[in-house]
């Protein structure tokens, strides 16, 4: 697992800063350049071969601006769209353009080379960012030494990651108001993540998500519950993020104290189309960033194993089961998500009953139709609540899917958890 460290230079002398701004426009021009003869069907040996004469930087940031651009999209703008049009508008100066488009600098790791070469962290007195910079005519290497802050929270984590033992990257970036630089350390960490005994399933909604914890080994649901969260529906982005953060870690206290693993669906919120006023609502749902920070601060801060399932028809079955056992949709869809993941052929059993089942209800809607000796007798003409009764009284049309309801209606003893987040 990576993680990112934040860092910031915080003293630089004014001949260390020219030297640093003359890496930030070489570095610009090399990303530029690379990505104009990527598109022109270079290859990467004679890009590298041609960047190097004509930028004088070494051969590793070469592969650096290379691997930062290989991957963007056609009509990819240095600087973002958003800057070229202030600058288009006339907003900003053409020296002010330039400056803000230059404001990256990557270098990647290497463990052979004692974690990175052309940006080294030096544990003294201070903390030193060594950067290998363009020397000057007649010099064979240069360096500047400008002085790192790293919060102290994340030394006493990290900071045996950073002793040249294992490799790390550092993104260094402007700030735009000009009063200093960001610094981004990337490290890999392993984290001590167990599999659960049980499975929490979340069903994530608009405005509020629904769980339940299953066990694993005798199929007992162990507890059912909702997270609060609407104000995600309407927020900013920041606050957003913030209250993804708040759900993230009552979730994973949840999931710690009953020794579970987190699963979650993979929603492409994207490809769905429905009604105007149902778009709206899936389509203000955060899936993306909430699992993503649920895969890396889960694992990271409480040990809990996160893991992505296809949680397709669980909605479907949980309709039927939800009126089983007295619950809700959200709750029961959550129930036969965790029985989909731990076993899956009984979730296809159940499935194949509620799919042959609709089957029947559209065959009695057709037959329903007709007349004189082409209309259907009348036990076929159930539909709806009489067809529900007859199923609660007369022989099951679900005997998978009610024998499931019977030992998770005997299971569900304990009280039903409503954690409000905002």
Same mark, same amino acid.
């Given at each position: 697992?990576?993680?990112?460290?934040?860092?910031?230079?915080?003293? *630089?002398?004014?001949?260390?800063?020219?030297? =640093?701004?003359?890496?930030?426009?070489?570095?610009?021009?090399?990303?530029?350049?690379?990505?104009?003869?990527?598109?022109?069907?270079?290859?990467?040996?004679?890009?590298?071969?041609?960047?190097?004469?004509?930028?004088?930087?070494?051969?590793?940031? *070469?592969?650096?601006?290379?691997?930062?651009?290989?991957?963007?999209?056609?009509?990819?703008?240095?600087?973002?769209?958003?800057?070229?049009?202030?600058?288009?508008?006339?907003?900003?100066?053409?020296?002010?353009?330039?400056?803000?488009?230059?404001?990256?600098?990557?270098?990647?790791?290497?463990?052979?080379?004692?974690?990175?070469?052309?940006?080294?962290?030096?544990?003294?007195?201070?903390?030193?960012?060594?950067?290998?910079?363009?020397?000057?005519?007649?010099?064979?290497?240069?360096?500047?030494?400008?002085?790192?802050?790293?919060?102290?929270?994340?030394?006493?984590?990290?900071?045996?990651?950073?002793?040249?033992?294992?490799?790390?990257?550092?993104?260094?970036?402007?700030?735009?108001?000009?009063?200093?630089?960001?610094?981004?350390?990337?490290?890999?960490?392993?984290?001590?993540?167990?599999?659960?005994?049980?499975?929490?399933?979340?069903?994530?909604?608009?405005?509020?998500?629904?769980?339940?914890?299953?066990?694993?080994?005798?199929?007992?649901?162990?507890?059912?519950?909702?997270?609060?969260?609407?104000?995600?529906?309407?927020?900013?982005?920041?606050?957003?993020?913030?209250?993804?953060?708040?759900?993230?870690?009552?979730?994973?206290?949840?999931?710690?104290?009953?020794?579970?693993?987190?699963?979650?669906?993979? =929603?492409?919120?994207?490809?769905?189309?429905?009604?105007?006023?149902?778009?709206?609502?899936?389509?203000?749902?955060?899936?993306?960033?909430?699992?993503?920070?649920?895969?890396?601060? =889960?694992?990271?801060?409480?040990?809990?194993?996160?893991?992505?399932?296809?949680?397709?028809?669980?909605?479907?079955?949980?309709? *039927?089961?939800?009126?089983? *056992?007295?619950?809700?949709?959200?709750?029961?869809?959550?129930?036969?998500?965790?029985?989909?993941?731990?076993?899956?052929?009984?979730?296809?059993?159940?499935?194949?009953?509620?799919?042959?089942?609709?089957?029947?209800?559209?065959?009695?809607?057709?037959?329903? $139709?007709?007349?004189?000796?082409?209309?259907?007798?009348?036990?076929?003409?159930?539909?709806?609540?009489?067809?529900?009764?007859?199923?609660?009284?007369?022989?099951?049309?679900?005997?998978? =899917?009610?024998?499931?309801?019977?030992?998770? $209606?005997?299971?569900?003893?304990?009280?039903?958890?409503?954690?409000?987040?905002?």
């Amino acid at each position: 697992m990576k993680i990112a460290i934040p860092a910031c230079i915080y003293e *630089i002398s004014e001949e260390e800063e020219k030297y =640093l701004l003359d890496l930030f426009r070489r570095f610009g021009i090399a990303r530029r350049r690379a990505y104009n003869m990527l598109r022109k069907g270079y290859i990467k040996s004679e890009i590298e071969k041609i960047l190097q004469e004509e930028l004088n930087l070494n051969s590793r940031y *070469i592969k650096d601006a290379i691997h930062s651009v290989k991957n963007l999209p056609d009509g990819w703008v240095c600087g973002g769209k958003k800057l070229q049009k202030l600058r288009q508008k006339g907003k900003i100066s053409k020296e002010e353009f330039r400056d803000r488009r230059d404001s990256f600098i990557l270098s990647r790791g290497d463990k052979s080379k004692k974690g990175n070469l052309n940006t080294r962290i030096i544990f003294g007195e201070d903390i030193e960012l060594r950067i290998n910079v363009p020397p000057k005519y007649g010099e064979s290497k240069r360096y500047i030494y400008p002085k790192l802050y790293i919060p102290e929270k994340y030394l006493r984590k990290y900071k045996h990651l950073l002793d040249c033992s294992k490799p790390y990257t550092v993104i260094i970036k402007k700030r735009f108001d000009k009063n200093g630089y960001d610094v981004r350390i990337i490290v890999d960490v392993e984290s001590e993540e167990n599999e659960g005994d049980r499975v929490l399933a979340l069903d994530v909604n608009a405005g509020h998500t629904d769980f339940a914890v299953v066990d694993r080994k005798t199929k007992n649901i162990v507890a059912v519950g909702k997270f609060n969260h609407h104000e995600t529906q309407f927020a900013k982005k920041g606050r957003r993020t913030y209250l993804l953060h708040r759900l993230a870690d009552r979730i994973g206290r949840i999931a710690k104290h009953f020794n579970a693993t987190v699963v979650v669906g993979k =929603l492409k919120t994207s490809e769905f189309n429905g009604t105007k006023k149902a778009n709206r609502e899936v389509h203000s749902m955060p899936h993306f960033r909430f699992r993503q920070i649920l895969k890396y601060k =889960l694992p990271l801060k409480y040990g809990v194993k996160v893991k992505e399932h296809s949680e397709a028809f669980t909605s479907k079955v949980g309709r *039927i089961l939800g009126r089983f *056992i007295g619950l809700d949709v959200h709750k029961a869809s959550a129930i036969a998500f965790a029985i989909k993941v731990i076993d899956y052929n009984l979730f296809k059993l159940i499935l194949s009953e509620v799919r042959s089942d609709e089957a029947d209800g559209r065959l009695r809607a057709r037959l329903a $139709k007709g007349c004189g000796l082409t209309a259907p007798c009348q036990s076929l003409r159930l539909a709806g609540d009489e067809a529900f009764e007859q199923r609660l009284t007369g022989d099951p049309w679900y005997p998978v =899917l009610s024998a499931l309801a019977e030992s998770v $209606k005997a299971s569900l003893t304990g009280r039903i958890w409503l954690v409000k987040i905002c």
